[in-house]
């Protein structure tokens, strides 16, 4: 037995029976597993902010932690069960996107299919009929069987995931880019595709430190623009801002109130963001 923890994350939310049963199902097969709720309200198959959340966890999970992240808008299609490996860690979910935003930020992760062999052995264990809970029927066992050592569940081979385009920042003129909203938080703040990371940001701030963001500047009356600050005390109750959020990325904020709301940006949205606009 293992003293391993799983961490989970779904869109499957509190109201249903869902995440309990998953961690029934991994309990029967390792009963000292421990489990990290990350957490179960990602809004419905949105796989971009999902992929947020899974890459942005990543780094703080203790060594041995397997991540079991199911968002799966494709349950029951032929869309392959993934392993993915790096740092001592492992991230079991759909090949749907999801892992995008971490393979990209996490370029030693090695991506791998469930073996063969033990995908048809849980699929002769379900209930009858059941097509739309692969959570529960395929990849609890796996990330149970990962967590105690087991590593028979792994197909040797690595494999390219499916990747989607939500992550992708791209540069159009001058210092505008063209970026989606990766997630929007319990507070309505708006975290965007950009970070220092990215060449084409360090080249628009190396002409001086970031003091505005105008956000969607051809749209409406000239765009939002927002002033750069450092915490939100530096502006107004009800006033917005830009700032380096925790996780490296910029969000656009309403000191006290919701940006989102604001805005109606949702994870998926695509802006335009002009920095010192």
Known sequence: ????????????????????????????????LTFIDLTHNVPPQNLTSAGYLAATAWPWLPAGT????????????????????????????????LVTLLADRFPGARMHR??????????????????TFDGRDLFSPIAAELARGNRTVIDPEVIEP????DFVVAPLSGSRLRCP????????????GISLELPAVRDVLAGGPLRSVLINPAAGRGGDRL???????????????????????????LRNGSYAARSSLSAGSIIEAELNG
């Open 1 to 32: 037995m293992s003293t391993a923890a799983v961490a989970l994350l779904t869109d499957f939310g509190y109201e249903d029976a869902y995440v309990g049963v998953m961690k029934a199902v991994m309990l029967a097969v390792d009963p000292a």
């Open 227 to 253: 002033p750069f600050r450092e915490s939100f005390s530096a502006v107004e109750v009800g006033q917005p801002l830009a700032y380096w959020g925790s996780t490296g990325f910029l969000e656009l904020a």
């Open 66 to 97: 397997v991540l079991l992240a199911v968002v799966d808008p494709g349950v029951g299609s032929a869309r392959r069960e993934l392993i993915l490996e790096e740092g001592g860690k492992a991230l079991v979910a759909p090949d749907n996107g």
């Open 181 to 192: 909203v990766l997630h929007v938080d319990h507070f309505g703040n708006c975290i965007t």
């Open 162 to 165: 499916v990747g989607i385009e």
């Open 114 to 131: 469930a073996d063969a062999a033990y995908l048809e052995l849980l699929a002769s264990r379900r209930p009858v009929g059941s097509t």
